[in-house]
């Protein structure tokens, strides 16, 4: 079993910056690629970044490309997303997700495990 705690949410204009953090509770946190996602209201949660085992790897949705930075530190258990320049659009909960597999990172059907999210909300 992983629980995964989100924190690091909160309002900020546009052009600002948050990072989140995602607390992994689980033995063999490198045993499991992370990702984010995010879900405004009334829309179908949507991937945002993944990272790998390791973090060798990591993948972005185009819309955060080049804004957004996902990392991981396995020796904390924690997974983080840095977003810079953040746009009204980016208003969402946002989602830490852990995976095994990961077979198809962008699908959130994919993951076996969620957290409880975070409000982030960009103003104009």
């Known amino acids: 079993q992983v629980q995964l705690v989100e924190s690091g949410g909160g309002s900020v204009q546009a052009g600002g910056s948050l990072r989140l953090s995602c607390a992994a509770s689980v033995r063999t946190f490198s045993s499991y690629a992370m990702a984010w996602f995010r879900q405004a209201p009334g829309k179908e949660r949507k991937f945002v970044a993944g990272v790998s085992w390791t973090g060798s790897t990591t993948y972005y949705a185009d819309s955060v490309k080049g804004r957004f930075t996902i990392s991981r530190d396995n020796a904390n258990n924690t997974v983080y997303l840095q977003m810079n320049s953040l746009k009204p659009d980016d208003s969402a909960v946002y989602y830490c997700?852990?995976?095994?597999?990961?077979?198809?990172?962008?699908?959130?059907?994919?993951?076996?495990?969620w957290g409880q999210g975070t409000q982030v909300t960009v103003s104009s």
């Open positions: 997700a852990a995976d095994s597999r990961w077979s198809d990172y962008e699908n959130r059907y994919e993951y076996d495990y």
